[in-house]
Protein backbone atom coordinates (compact mmCIF):
# COMPACT_ATOMS: atom_id res chain seq x y z
CA UNK A 1 0.00 0.00 0.00
CA UNK A 2 1.57 3.32 -0.93
CA UNK A 3 0.33 6.15 1.80
CA UNK A 4 -0.13 9.58 0.35
CA UNK A 5 1.14 12.19 1.73
CA UNK A 6 1.12 16.05 1.18
CA UNK A 7 3.78 17.82 0.02
CA UNK A 8 1.90 21.19 -0.78
CA UNK A 9 3.64 22.06 -4.16
CA UNK A 10 0.94 20.63 -6.42
CA UNK A 11 -2.59 19.12 -6.57
CA UNK A 12 -3.64 16.22 -4.61
CA UNK A 13 -7.07 14.68 -4.58
CA UNK A 14 -7.80 15.99 -0.87
CA UNK A 15 -11.20 13.63 -1.29
CA UNK A 16 -8.72 10.80 -0.92
CA UNK A 17 -7.14 12.20 2.10
CA UNK A 18 -9.84 13.85 3.89
CA UNK A 19 -12.89 11.66 2.57
CA UNK A 20 -15.89 13.36 0.95
CA UNK A 21 -18.82 14.93 3.02
CA UNK A 22 -21.64 13.26 4.58
CA UNK A 23 -25.04 14.23 5.82
CA UNK A 24 -23.64 16.01 9.01
CA UNK A 25 -21.84 18.20 6.75
CA UNK A 26 -24.65 18.81 4.40
CA UNK A 27 -26.89 19.78 7.69
CA UNK A 28 -23.83 21.74 9.26
CA UNK A 29 -23.24 24.31 5.77
CA UNK A 30 -27.41 24.44 5.02
CA UNK A 31 -27.04 25.83 9.10
CA UNK A 32 -24.07 28.40 8.04
CA UNK A 33 -26.22 29.32 4.89
CA UNK A 34 -28.93 30.06 6.91
CA UNK A 35 -27.10 32.18 9.89
CA UNK A 36 -26.19 34.51 6.89
CA UNK A 37 -29.21 35.00 4.93
CA UNK A 38 -30.24 36.16 8.65
CA UNK A 39 -27.05 38.72 8.86
CA UNK A 40 -27.62 39.79 5.63
CA UNK A 41 -31.08 39.51 4.29
CA UNK A 42 -31.71 39.46 0.24
CA UNK A 43 -27.87 39.93 -0.25
CA UNK A 44 -27.80 36.27 -1.65
CA UNK A 45 -30.63 36.07 -3.69
CA UNK A 46 -29.54 39.82 -5.14
CA UNK A 47 -26.08 38.04 -5.86
CA UNK A 48 -27.42 35.13 -7.71
CA UNK A 49 -29.89 37.13 -9.70
CA UNK A 50 -26.97 39.50 -11.06
CA UNK A 51 -24.34 36.53 -11.34
CA UNK A 52 -27.18 34.69 -13.61
CA UNK A 53 -28.43 37.72 -15.66
CA UNK A 54 -24.36 38.26 -16.30
CA UNK A 55 -24.05 34.90 -17.43
CA UNK A 56 -26.76 35.17 -20.05
CA UNK A 57 -25.24 37.84 -21.17
CA UNK A 58 -22.33 36.28 -21.71
CA UNK A 59 -24.46 33.27 -23.47
CA UNK A 60 -25.74 35.15 -26.14
CA UNK A 61 -22.15 37.08 -27.01
CA UNK A 62 -20.64 33.30 -27.11
CA UNK A 63 -23.65 31.88 -29.44
CA UNK A 64 -22.15 33.00 -32.40
CA UNK A 65 -18.46 31.96 -31.66
CA UNK A 66 -19.67 28.22 -30.67
CA UNK A 67 -21.43 27.90 -34.19
CA UNK A 68 -18.35 28.55 -35.64
CA UNK A 69 -15.80 26.65 -33.49
CA UNK A 70 -17.48 23.37 -31.54
CA UNK A 71 -16.92 22.89 -28.37
CA UNK A 72 -17.17 26.40 -26.45
CA UNK A 73 -19.42 27.22 -24.07
CA UNK A 74 -19.63 27.81 -20.51
CA UNK A 75 -19.13 25.53 -17.78
CA UNK A 76 -21.37 25.43 -14.31
CA UNK A 77 -20.29 28.08 -11.62
CA UNK A 78 -20.87 29.08 -8.45
CA UNK A 79 -22.06 32.32 -7.38
CA UNK A 80 -21.86 33.01 -3.46
CA UNK A 81 -20.76 36.26 -1.07
CA UNK A 82 -17.17 36.29 -0.49
CA UNK A 83 -18.25 36.14 3.26
CA UNK A 84 -20.13 32.99 3.42
CA UNK A 85 -17.42 31.73 0.90
CA UNK A 86 -14.87 32.23 3.34
CA UNK A 87 -17.28 30.74 6.41
CA UNK A 88 -18.00 27.46 4.50
CA UNK A 89 -13.86 27.55 4.16
CA UNK A 90 -13.44 28.07 7.47
CA UNK A 91 -15.03 25.18 8.36
CA UNK A 92 -14.25 23.20 5.44
CA UNK A 93 -10.88 24.00 3.76
CA UNK A 94 -10.61 21.85 0.95
CA UNK A 95 -14.56 22.85 0.00
CA UNK A 96 -14.01 24.89 -3.09
CA UNK A 97 -10.60 23.41 -3.57
CA UNK A 98 -11.06 19.76 -4.46
CA UNK A 99 -12.72 18.95 -7.64
CA UNK A 100 -14.82 16.03 -5.92
CA UNK A 101 -16.14 18.24 -2.68
CA UNK A 102 -17.02 20.99 -5.18
CA UNK A 103 -19.09 18.60 -7.19
CA UNK A 104 -20.28 17.44 -3.99
CA UNK A 105 -21.39 21.25 -2.61
CA UNK A 106 -23.02 21.93 -6.40
CA UNK A 107 -25.13 19.27 -6.01
CA UNK A 108 -26.36 19.63 -2.47
CA UNK A 109 -26.64 23.13 -3.21
CA UNK A 110 -28.00 23.69 -6.52
CA UNK A 111 -29.64 27.07 -5.67
CA UNK A 112 -25.35 28.96 -5.93
CA UNK A 113 -24.86 26.92 -9.25
CA UNK A 114 -25.34 30.05 -12.20
CA UNK A 115 -24.67 28.03 -15.21
CA UNK A 116 -25.59 24.26 -16.39
Do not use: C
Not at 56 to 80: C, H, N, Q, T
Not at 83 to 110: C, G, Q, S, V
Request: charged share 35%.
Amino acid sequence: MVQKTYTGDGPDDWSEIVGMPDEWDERNIATLIKKYEKRFPGQIEWLLKDSRAEVGEEKRALKFVAKEERGIGLKRSLSLPSALINEIKAAYPTMFRDKRHMAWFMKKFPQFVVEK
